[in-house]
């Protein structure tokens, strides 16, 4: 049975690569504003002619001024929508229920407006076994396809699947010999409907 450990955790807010990605680009911007702003201080340029032409407020230039050096912003957190949520999935977990739909759904009807994969994804991020799995390695692990496009691929004929997606039906073959099976009774009852 999967440990509940790491649900007694408080949600914490999580930065993703995304949002850092981004803070860093209007980082950037602002930097080369403050830059801007500066140069056209030195050349004399009024305060009101400077939030004309580099497109900022007064305050800002006036602060900026004040600072005597570039004002780096703290890394904003998010929070997430399921934080409400959060001691209902832990008692939910914590009574075995591991099903994720399941409280995904349960959740919903408690007026949880989130996706599924944020709920997905915070047990992902929050669990031991993810943590370990996210160690520094140079390859990605090989994600699985959802069930519709395996069955997507399993119904379509082998010629017409691109390479990529013959080493995911190849992928999905290895998996159980049972698959391997299924996969062969798909493609004969394709045949058979295609004749």
Known sequence: MPQASFLSER????VSSQQVRIQQVHREERLAKYEQVLLLLKQGWSR??????????????????????FPERKLREQSSQLDPY???????????DHNLMGIFRELQVQGY???YENVRARFVDASPKSRRKQAPSTSRPSVLPSKRLA???FLRRPEE???EEQATVIQLRHLHPDVDLAYLFVQQFAQMLRT
Do not use: C, E, H, Y
């Open 11 to 14: 949600p914490r807010a999580t």
């Open 48 to 69: 009101r002619a400077i939030a004309d032409q580099v497109g900022i407020g007064l305050t800002t230039i006036q602060n900026w001024v004040l600072a005597g050096t």
């Open 86 to 96: 959060w001691p209902s999935v832990q008692k939910r977990w914590s009574q075995g």
């Open 113 to 115: 407006k989130g996706s």
């Open 151 to 153: 069955t997507f691929l």
């Open 161 to 163: 699947l691109s390479m």
